[in-house]
């Protein structure tokens, strides 16, 4: 084995503690660092995602929906496990993080993915809707779903969905709502077919489900995006639909303008 596949192998055994204990040392002397800025650095994580915090912007995202390490947090539908790179060490010591997978293809794979590294061995999986019971009622700081919703509307499931969440949720518990955003003055007709949203539809969605809507913020708009793409938000990286047609021209747009919205389960 070379030594760059012996550097590869260890990194994968460092215990996800220790990752994140190794960077905050190196934030200076005595300087506490921030525990989610120190989980989205660690060096666990897949050099392909990391590329991608330009876009995402992780910690500025997690610290607004108020995730912590000691939260109980569930992310639906993590699918390949971008977050769960960051969560699951997060909440790997202090905390509980369950990983809400939608039945389908992505079930066995997310269980391989997690399967390929000790770091993720802690990480609850609970598949949805048939084992949503496993996660207690009112027992949940935190629920966050990253671009995600659309697919709820385009398949008819949002309603059932958000109830699920609200029904985990402690009274006071945040969701957490990351998705394309598409214009208000849009016909309402494209969120079902081009991956986009407006934020009124979700925030009518989380409200018909209970919750109550807390504020947003711009940490994940792109003001290139203008969500008129014909194969729709599909058209922008990372899926690039259309090939290498225009793909310079995508590529500096960028990924999606995205709505991050905050709600709230009340008190009573």
Do not use: C
Not at 104 to 133: H, W
Not at 143 to 165: C, P, Q, S, Y
Not at 166 to 192: I, N, Q, S
């Amino acid at each position: 084995m070379n030594r760059l596949a012996l550097f590869a192998a260890a990194v994968a055994l460092i215990p996800m503690g220790a990752a994140i204990a190794q960077h905050e040392g190196h934030e200076g002397h005595g300087k506490a660092a921030d525990p989610v800025a120190a989980a989205v650095a660690a060096p666990t994580r897949t050099p392909a995602n990391v590329a991608r915090d330009r876009y995402r912007h992780p910690v500025e995202t997690l610290t607004f929906f108020g995730v912590k390490p000691g939260s109980r947090v569930v992310e639906y539908a993590p699918s390949g496990g971008w977050y769960t790179e960051i969560l699951a060490p997060l909440l790997r010591d202090k905390g509980t993080f369950y990983a809400l997978q939608p039945t389908g293809s992505y079930l066995p794979k997310y269980r391989e993915f997690l399967a390929a590294n000790p770091v993720y061995d802690k990480v609850q999986v609970v598949a949805y809707p048939e084992e949503t019971a496993n996660i207690p009622a009112n027992s949940v700081d935190t629920v966050l779903t990253f671009r995600n919703v659309h697919n709820m509307v385009m398949g008819g499931k949002e309603a059932e969905t958000f109830k699920a969440f609200f029904t985990m949720l402690k009274p006071g518990g945040t969701l957490g709502v990351v998705d394309h955003r598409l214009p208000e003055d849009r016909d309402t007709a494209l969120e079902k077919t081009s991956g986009y949203l407006k934020v009124s539809t979700i925030r009518r969605i989380a409200q018909e489900a209970g919750f109550e809507y807390v504020g947003s913020s711009e940490i994940n708009a792109n003001p290139k995006d203008t969500a008129d793409w014909e194969k729709g938000v599909w058209t922008l990286p990372p899926v690039l639909r259309n090939g290498d047609v225009d793909k310079a021209k995508y590529l500096a747009i960028g990924e999606s303008d995205r709505m991050t919205l905050k709600f709230r389960k009340p008190m009573k």
